[in-house]
């Protein structure tokens, strides 16, 4: 955390600031701010610098404010990588569904295992060696395009209301421009829109059905898990449209897992 310290340094010194002028801008920001938890005191100022102390993330703010510089980097020089929260969100494997909610990095790319980190040809079938360690940068391409038009959610270890479709563990992509329910244009189960919905309880995967103001979340058969019933609108929101899914092709394991 030394290290970091002495960057903050080096970059105060570099614009010419002394203690006393980062105290008072801290000052003005606390105000401003209506918390005095943004205000950085000299001593405390000294400590961050030269005893690696760990500023709070207010004061991370202000001094981000006063250099000049961004959030990222300054989390970056604690040892704090931002790219890497979308790869450590999809490395968490809980019960629940829940959506996850990042931002693209600035490079248009994301963490990912490293020996993905090469040119790559979306045209061509590749082989991926599933033996890695480290993360490093995957082109948003590989994931039909990974952009901020789309919402996207791991479906949960426990969650197996749409299986074989969705396995627990997935990760799906949302697109919450279609969140109207249809009730025709499929000729199949797997043409059928599958709808992420948010309830009080948390989040489900399902086809779906709205008459006579109540939402049915359909499940798969082959879950055996009952449909639930909402009032609609009221109890559940239809979030969007599942249009992109990855998951894991293992049903032998995860059948086992759930038995």
């Known amino acids: 955390m030394q290290d970091a310290g002495r960057k903050l340094r080096r970059t105060r010194e570099y614009l010419g600031l002394k203690y006393r002028d980062v105290e008072e801008a801290s000052q003005v920001i606390a105000r401003q701010r209506g918390n005095q938890e943004f205000a950085i005191g000299l001593s405390r100022l000294a ?7 760990v500023p709070s993330v207010f004061r991370i703010y202000s001094m981000a404010a006063i250099y000049g510089l961004s959030l990222r980097k300054i989390l970056q020089w604690y040892g704090i990588d931002v790219d890497a929260l979308a790869g450590d969100a999809m490395g968490v494997l809980l019960a629940p569904t829940r959506p996850i909610d990042f931002e693209n990095s600035p490079d248009g790319a994301f963490n990912v295992p490293a020996e993905f980190d090469r040119p790559w040809d979306l ?5 991926l060696n599933r033996q890695f360690q480290a993360w490093g940068k995957l082109p948003i ?9 789309y919402r996207y959610a791991l479906i949960g270890e426990a969650d197996w209301s749409m299986y074989p479709i969705i396995s627990p563990g997935s990760f799906i992509q949302i697109d919450e421009s279609k969140r109207r329910v249809a009730y025709a244009g499929w000729t199949h189960e797997y043409e059928r829109p599958i709808y992420f919905v948010e309830h009080r309880k948390g989040y489900r995967c399902g086809w779906c059905a709205h008459k006579d103001g109540f939402l049915v979340v359909q499940t798969h058969p082959a879950s055996q898990m009952a449909p639930e019933i909402f009032r609609y609108p009221g109890e559940a929101d239809v979030i969007g449209q599942v249009v992109g899914l990855a998951k894991r092709l293992d049903p032998g394991k995860a059948l086992r897992r759930h038995s």
Do not use: A, M
Request: aromatic share 4%; proline share 0%; charged share 40%.
């Open 47 to 53: 400590d961050i610098e030269n005893k690696g102390t």
């Open 123 to 127: 045209s061509k079938t590749s082989f």
């Open 141 to 149: 391409g590989l994931l039909d395009k990974l952009d901020v038009r």
